[in-house]
T-cell receptor, first 114, second 114 residues
Framework: KAGVTQTPRYLIKTRGQQVTLSCSPI?????VSWYQQTPGQGLQFLFE???????NKGNFPGRFSGRQFSNSRSEMNVSTLELGDSALYLC?????????????FGPGTRLTVL | AQSVTQLDSQVPVFEEAPVELRCNYS??????LFWYVQYPNQGLQLLLKYLSGSTLVKGINGFEAEFNKSQTSFHLRKPSVHISDTAEYFC????????????FGTGTRLQVTL
């Protein structure tokens, strides 16, 4: 079974631009969560999508948004990029039911904002 | 809200020696507890988890952890480490109602040398 895939793996943008990152979950998984990893703030939860609906949200500004498609693939968008948005963005997928289901992480997209 | 404290940012250890990585958490509700490992340029891999039941949990690669509710701790142990265990280790917590929303500690860098 293929794992979680994230594209692109590396991205360089300049301040003020916007960016879209993609995450393809494991087949059959309906939940996708996104995390930001930076040296200063560590790993922080951005949001979770389940069956095309945002189910949970972290404490990030509205510049960070996401969506999920009917095939469970998810995208996250960051508008008006700031230098502090440079980070490794990880997504994780799970079956997403009401009980605990293990989250499987992708390799991440490393975003550099210049 | 939950929080996780990993007091040791780095732990150097010789190969075949035992190791303990410390994790303390804070939460006002029932929690699930996790340890993840991250190798360079990779995503996170689940080592082990505590959901309920026995307080001693065993994971992959010979790791184990003990949940101590009175001390709000979930320390990770391995009786004999290998060079390949060199990596970043993250302790994480979620409340039982939103298991997909993980709160991570700042990580402990385990450096195994000959």
């Amino acid at each position: 079974k293929a794992g979680v895939t994230q594209t692109p793996r590396y991205l360089i943008k300049t301040r003020g631009q916007q960016v879209t990152l993609s995450c393809s979950p494991i087949s059959g998984h309906r939940s996708v969560s996104w995390y930001q990893q930076t040296p200063g703030q560590g790993l922080q939860f951005l949001f979770e999508y389940f069956s095309e609906t945002q189910r949970n949200k972290g404490n990030f500004p509205g510049r960070f948004s996401g969506r999920q498609f009917s095939n469970s693939r998810s995208e996250m968008n960051v508008s008006t990029l700031e230098l502090g948005d440079s980070a490794l963005y990880l997504c994780a997928s799970s079956l997403g039911g009401s009980t605990y289901n293990e989250q499987f992480f992708g390799p991440g997209t490393r975003l550099t904002v210049l | 809200a939950q929080s996780v404290t990993q007091l040791d940012s780095q732990v150097p250890v010789f190969e075949e020696a035992p190791v303990e990585l410390r994790c303390n958490y804070s939460s006002s509700v029932s929690v699930y507890l996790f340890w993840y490992v991250q190798y360079p340029n990779q995503g996170l891999q689940l080592l082990l988890k505590y959901l309920s039941g026995s307080t001693l949990v065993k994971g992959i690669n010979g790791f184990e952890a003990e949940f101590n509710k009175s001390q709000t701790s979930f320390h990770l142990r391995k009786p004999s480490v290998h060079i390949s265990d060199t990596a970043e280790y993250f302790c994480a917590v979620s409340d039982t109602g939103t298991a997909s929303k993980l709160t991570f500690g700042t990580g402990t860098r385990l450096q195994v040398t000959l």
